[in-house]
């Protein structure tokens, strides 16, 4: 079955970095885009970055635009999440999505990220 488990969230101060993994497994990872989105307290969940299957195409919300950097390991079946200067609004639960594999979506546990002083 497909699994994905992020991990790397924690405490770190403003302006500090911090970097988010997921590990796959359950399908050809590297025939498929991923994608990294958040939620915050209250709000509803948001895209934060996608990236293709050969991880050679890339976005990212404004929000996050060169601060944040997606990557994957097709070997390793993981994608990453590198987060620099990291905001007090960064603070958010960050969730690794695949698919869809037909009607169905895939979404990690999630990873909490709090960038507080």
């Known amino acids: 079955q497909v699994q994905l488990v992020e991990s790397g969230g924690g405490l770190v101060q403003p302006g500090g970095s911090l970097k988010l993994s997921c590990a796959a497994s359950?399908?050809?990872?590297?025939?498929?885009?991923m994608a990294w989105y958040r939620q915050r307290p209250g709000k509803e969940r948001e895209l934060v970055a996608t990236?293709?299957?050969?991880?050679?195409?890339?976005n990212y919300a404004d929000s996050v635009k060169g601060r944040f950097t997606i990557s994957r390991d097709n070997a390793k079946n993981t994608v990453n999440l590198q987060m620099n200067s990291l905001k007090p609004e960064d603070t958010a639960a960050y969730y690794c999505k695949a698919g869809p594999f037909g009607v169905f979506t895939y979404w990690g546990q999630g990873t909490q990220v709090t960038v507080s002083s």
């Open positions: 990236i293709s299957s050969s991880g050679g195409i890339t």
């Open positions: 359950g399908f050809t990872f590297s025939r498929y885009a």
